[in-house]
């Protein structure tokens, strides 16, 4: 049985067929949830955000247009409730003897784990801008124009803000000595 393209399943949707709509959700779940979680570095935080996500790209499905490819829309709701999680939290208190420490224990690889720690602190450091197309290039594996419009944005400003990730990402990996 072939599978049915997304314009397909939105079209479905558009019709009242909530099966189509699950297919949909099981196709895109895990990018969904991954874009989320780089962005947010809290599972739970990204769960809320994946379902969220799902929610508001069901409301609203007869705003979509169809002349735009259904994930860019889809990552594209995703990245703005990143941010509205984002912009939401709150700083964080002094921690105290009740705290859980939730860094890695003795018994994983150390090197491995500082090295893939040092990464996600330098992402964690971004502004949220560079952050995103960071995430959506290098996790998500989007294309530069997928990435341009899913945010809405002109391809060149996208590659000029991965460009100053990436110097800012070097910069700070260094500073750690990571590299």
Avoid at 36 to 53: G, S
Avoid at 83 to 107: H, I, Q, S, V, Y
Avoid at 145 to 172: G, M, N, Q, W, Y
Wanted: net charge negative.
């Amino acid at each position: 049985m072939k599978e049915e393209d997304d314009p397909a399943l939105v079209l479905r949707c558009r019709e009242g067929d909530r099966d189509a709509f699950e297919r949909l959700v099981i196709r895109y779940q895990k990018p969904v949830f991954n874009v989320a979680l780089r962005m947010l570095r809290n599972r739970q935080d990204a769960l809320d955000v994946a379902q969220t996500t799902f929610l508001k790209a069901f409301e609203h499905l007869g705003d979509y247009d169809p002349a735009f490819r259904f994930y860019s829309w889809l990552y594209r709701i995703a990245i703005n409730e990143s941010l509205n999680a984002l912009a939401l939290r709150k700083p964080r208190g002094e921690l105290d003897a009740n705290t859980a420490d939730e860094r890695p224990g003795p018994d994983r690889d150390a090197e491995g784990d500082q090295a893939l720690q040092a990464i996600e602190d330098a992402l964690m450091r971004l502004s949220p801008e560079l952050r995103t197309v960071s995430v959506l290039r290098h996790i998500t594996q989007l294309s530069y124009e997928d990435i341009a419009e899913a945010l809405e944005l002109p391809e060149k400003t996208v590659k000029s803000r991965l460009h100053s990730a990436r110097e800012r990402l070097r910069d700070h990996l260094r500073r750690c000595g990571a590299i």
